[in-house]
């Protein structure tokens, strides 16, 4: 029988995070296996705004962002349930983008770059022995130096020492036509939830929301319904769904979602992306954390590769960095999680930062890093 190959890194998980590490170790001349669950191209729950920090960063990957003419951001608007709106320009800015167009052209890159990418594969169980890590699929089994998991918000069985409790939120997400101004994207409260919409294309506004499954359940489990009594109370809301043109059959719906303080490596498995830790969906930034994330571990995992440094180094070093770009966001974004979505508390944050338009820059300047 033919031995297995050892490969250097196996990654679980083809979203954002797992499919730019995964180029950018192959492109170091590291043989990669990237294992993803579903078949690209796929839509996923996502607000499909990337802050412009992270520009530079995809270009370099392949992506020529300018040549898909991606929709640029430039101002922000929130209102509060009733409809009461305080709006200021984003200082760095953002684009949009859908993730069924940018992940398909990111898997494509990665083919490309040599890496060993395994669609329709599910991992149950992943194992450490002697140093050698084993992967078992719903297909086989896969043997490698070190593994990687950017699985997203949920995190599966095969992790099951650090499963949290069951999330109270929901994320529901749209793609729809509707008169929008381009370079805007806006965050519209309503009871137990928020829901921002900007533009990914040149017709078509992705539309994305969270709120509680209490919400929901209240409404006989029906999302439709739910909108018409909950979301709707807001007439900014009320105005889209009642104009928009939805372009999905159903809306896609993720359930069980938290933000609750997670690590970057567990289980004998380094973590990155949403899996590492998520950041609440108002602040809007939750795919440049996943990008840069990559962009770190792709520096430190070289070094434990070519034997320069131990494992346990590489662990130290990677939770060091790891803390230092995204701790801070997270923070930021779990106390803004609090606060939004309330009636009173949101409408008195609001009319605070109407008054005090630097309150608000510098809150987005909690959840923004730097151009890497």
Same mark, same amino acid.
């Given at each position: ?34 294992? $993803? ?24 990957? !392949? ?32 684009? !949009? ?21 395994? $669609? ?65 994207? $806006? ?39 739910? $909108? ?48 590492? !830790? ?90 923004? !890093?730097?151009?890497?």
């Amino acid at each position: 029988m033919m031995e297995a190959k050892l490969h250097d890194c196996i990654i679980i998980g083809g979203g954002l995070a797992g499919l730019c590490l995964s180029i950018q170790l192959s492109k170091q001349g590291y043989h990669v296996l990237l294992l $993803e669950k579903n078949a690209y191209p796929f839509h996923k729950v996502c607000g499909e705004y990337i802050s412009m920090e992270s520009w530079d960063y995809l270009n370099r990957l !392949g992506i020529d962002l300018a040549s898909l003419q991606v929709p640029l951001i430039k101002d922000l608007k929130i209102t509060s349930h009733e409809g009461f709106e305080v709006s200021t320009a984003l200082d760095m800015g953002g684009f !949009g983008i859908s993730r069924f167009d940018l992940d398909h052209r990111l898997a494509s890159i990665a083919k490309q770059s040599g890496v060993q990418l395994l $669609e329709n594969t599910k991992v149950t169980n992943v194992s450490l022995e002697n140093g050698v890590h084993t992967v078992t699929t719903n297909r086989e089994e896969h043997q490698g130096k070190i593994v990687c998991g950017s699985y997203g918000k949920l995190t599966p069985a095969f992790m099951n020492q650090i499963r949290s409790r069951q999330s109270g939120y929901i994320g529901v997400k749209y793609h729809v036509q509707v008169p929008f101004n381009k370079s805007s994207i $806006e965050l519209h409260n309503f009871k137990d939830g928020y829901c921002g919409i900007s533009m990914v294309g040149e017709n078509t506004c992705c539309m994305c929301y969270l709120t509680t499954v209490d919400n929901l359940k209240m409404h006989g489990n029906d999302v439709k319904q739910m $909108e018409k009594e909950v979301l709707m109370k807001n007439p900014r809301l009320a105005y889209y769904f009642s104009h928009a043109k939805f372009l999905y059959d159903k809306p896609l719906v993720i359930s069980q979602i938290g933000f609750q303080k997670k690590s970057c490596y567990a289980n004998d498995v380094f973590l990155l992306g949403d899996a590492a !830790g998520a950041i609440a969906p108002l602040c809007g930034n939750g795919m440049s954390m996943a990008m840069r994330a990559s962009f770190l571990l792709a520096k430190h995992i070289p070094q434990y590769l070519d034997q320069e440094i131990t494992k346990e180094v590489l662990i130290q070093n990677y939770t060091s960095d790891w803390n230092k770009h995204f701790s801070t966001r997270i923070k930021a974004g779990y106390y803004l999680q609090k606060l939004f979505g309330k009636r009173l508390t949101t409408l008195l944050a609001l009319k605070l930062m109407k008054n005090n338009p630097n309150l608000l820059r510098k809150i987005i300047s909690l959840t923004h !890093g730097e151009k890497f």
